[in-house]
């Protein structure tokens, strides 16, 4: 039975009508008033800007070739001996026939971005907007910047076939767990993951076996998802290795 409460439509939702009267409608305000710039940071218009990101990044890197992503800290430059071990990874990588994807920024990300562009092959870099600026190093072939954390990271897990990570902080172990999870989960394909520094990684990994491990928080097999090794030529080989038997189509390239 229908009532006799007023009810109008504004746009496609159907309210119960106050009693007052519209003002305007939503064409007249959008072709009469003038700007209102707290509509940038209403949620509506993330949600659109977020979408604008996996488009940007879908498209520049949809025929990326079978690459390899390096992680590491941007603290560490030229001169320390991660740098010239990221140097080497990058250069091995291309060599191989990788494109080398890293974090776009300074340090062992700069580092695997060069050796791959001094070896002429193609050099991807993903940055990220941080409060202190940060704009991607000159080695970079083909580069995008990014506002979100989650948009980015998805890039590094479409576009690689491995990963590589040199030492780092926060940010590297947050890039690494997150390969390491989606790896032990099946979100992902068994791709090839690779520690380079068996001194700064080997303290981790104990801790690992001892505590997650012994208190059944990982499975036996969980810690032979990664390699540990000092050696470039050893975590090339590893991939190239691997790759043999995994099924990813872009890998046949």
Not at 73 to 94: C, D, F, H, I, M
Request: hydrophobic residues 40%; contains cysteine; charged residues 20%.
């Amino acid at each position: 039975m229908a009532t006799d409460k007023n009810r109008t439509l504004r746009g496609p939702v159907l309210v119960r009508n106050d009693g007052g009267q519209q003002d305007s409608t939503y064409d007249q305000r959008l072709l009469e008033l003038g700007s209102d710039h707290d509509w940038q940071h209403a949620d509506p218009w993330r949600i659109l800007r977020i979408q604008s990101e996996f488009v940007s990044g879908f498209d520049a890197l949809s025929s990326l070739p079978k690459a390899v992503t390096v992680f590491g800290s941007a603290r560490l430059n030229e001169g320390t001996p991660e740098y010239g071990q990221g140097v080497a990874v990058g250069k091995g990588l291309t060599e191989a026939g990788y494109a080398v994807i890293t974090g776009g920024g300074p340090g062992l990300m700069e580092a695997g971005n060069r050796g791959a562009s001094e070896a002429d092959g193609l050099s991807v870099g993903l940055g990220i907007e941080l409060p202190h600026e940060q704009s991607l190093n000159t080695w970079v072939d083909l580069g995008i910047n990014f506002r979100y954390f989650f948009a980015r990271k998805t890039m590094f897990l479409k576009y690689s076939q491995a990963f590589v990570a040199l030492p780092g902080g926060f940010g590297t172990m947050d890039e690494l767990f997150e390969v390491l999870c989606m790896v032990q989960t099946g979100k992902i394909t068994n791709f090839p993951i690779v520690l380079v520094g068996t001194e700064f990684w080997g303290g981790l990994v104990d801790w690992m076996r001892e505590r997650m491990l012994a208190m059944g928080l990982i499975s036996d097999g969980d810690l032979d998802l990664f390699l540990v090794t000092d050696s470039p030529e050893e975590t090339v080989r590893y991939i190239v290795d691997k790759h043999q038997t995994m099924t990813d189509g872009r890998l046949r390239d």
